[in-house]
């Protein structure tokens, strides 16, 4: 082999070795994506499901007892006098 070829089959070596490294990066680069979106997915729906647990109902829609003490107001007391 002259000195050109080796040194030419160096740098194909070298280059085959780059784009190898390069492909098992993207393969993990794509398997961490895949897991963070399905992480997202599960806090999404974590979070609509507290908000939807968080959302008061509207007063129509309580019982009665609840209706009461919601709309009751609260009168301050007098004082007797001393």
């Known amino acids: ?40 997915e599960k806090l999404t729906n974590l979070v609509s499901s507290l908000t939807v647990q968080r959302k008061p109902q509207p007063l129509c829609m309580r019982p009665p007892q609840q209706q009461h003490q919601l709309l009751r107001i609260q009168l301050p007391r007098q004082q007797a006098p001393q």
Do not use: G, I, P, W
């Not at 000195?3 to 780059?18: C, E, G, I, R």
């Not at 993990?28 to 994506?33: I, N, P």
């Open 1 to 40: 082999m002259s000195s050109f070829n080796l040194s030419s089959h160096m740098q194909t070596l070298a280059q085959t070795q780059k784009m190898d490294q390069l492909e098992q990066e993207v393969h993990e680069l794509r398997e961490e994506v895949t897991t963070l979106r399905a992480e997202v």
